[in-house]
């Protein structure tokens, strides 16, 4: 089974920059299709960035300004990036890994098998 950690989390002042990072084990990072996925209050999780072990990347086209997902296969580490953050940015993020990850599928997150307990990311004004 595979073992996902989220750090990075916390509160950052809108406009600030914030890098989120998951730590796999229990499997090779290289064989799986990854996913930062985040959930608001009173709402549903949806899909922010996601990397196939392949290396495409897709990010959500629902937030105004730029994710940027991130592999380090050597590290078995996965990174979120995101300059500029909103206010709106403020919910809990959570990585996400998948065995089998398709491109047409990859932005839902049903179709990811492991999940990590997520990081609360709070954007201050």
């Known amino acids: 089974q595979v073992q996902l950690v989220e750090s990075g989390g916390g509160l950052v002042q809108a406009g600030g920059s914030l890098r989120l990072s998951c730590a796999a084990s229990?499997?090779?990072?290289?064989?799986?299709?990854m996913a930062w996925c985040r959930q608001a209050p009173e709402t549903e999780r949806e899909f922010v960035a996601g990397?196939?072990?392949?290396?495409?990347?897709r990010y959500t086209t629902s937030v105004q300004g730029r994710f940027t997902i991130s592999r380090d296969n050597a590290k078995n580490t996965v990174y979120l990036q995101r300059n500029t953050l909103k206010p709106e940015d403020r919910a809990i993020y959570s990585c996400?890994?998948?065995?089998?990850?398709?491109?047409?599928?990859?932005?839902?997150?049903?179709?990811?098998?492991?999940w990590g307990q997520g990081t609360q990311v709070t954007a201050s004004s």
């Open positions: 229990g499997r090779t990072l290289s064989s799986l299709g």
């Open positions: 990397a196939l072990s392949g290396g495409t990347t």
């Open positions: 996400a890994a998948g065995r089998s990850v398709s491109l047409a599928g990859m932005t839902g997150p049903r179709h990811y098998d492991y």
